[in-house]
């Protein structure tokens, strides 16, 4: 069961409940695994809105290993999603979002007023 207050996030993967978290080590593997750079060039480049599946599966491995899942890139690709992509796509949201503390410096949310 996710922990809010530890910074997870649930995701229901191929039938399993399991948790996402960012550390601080992750974070910075993200920052390599996007080409981001930094933290500011990593959320620049989720708030782009322009995110390769290879984006997601890495998003979600350096998650899942963060709240204790440690899968491997083929197991993720290989898990099924009831819904598509949007439950993926929600639990990615909050995951920045508990772990910058807003959509918009997460990146991964605009406003909807200039």
Do not use: C, Q, W, Y
Request: no cysteine.
């Amino acid at each position: 069961m996710a922990n809010r207050h530890r910074g997870e996030v649930p995701l229901d993967l191929g039938g399993r409940r399991l948790a996402l978290r960012l550390t601080l080590g992750g974070l910075a593997e993200l920052e390599d695994a996007l080409d981001a750079g930094d933290l500011v060039g990593l959320g620049e480049r989720l708030g782009s809105g322009r995110i390769a599946a290879r984006d997601i599966i890495a998003i979600l491995r350096i998650g899942l290993k963060g709240a204790g899942h440690d899968l491997a890139d083929g197991e993720i690709e290989a898990l099924s999603v009831a819904g598509g992509l949007e439950p993926i796509a929600g639990a990615i949201a909050a995951l920045f979002t508990v772990t910058f503390g807003s959509p918009i410096a997460a990146g991964v949310a605009r406003p909807l007023v200039p």
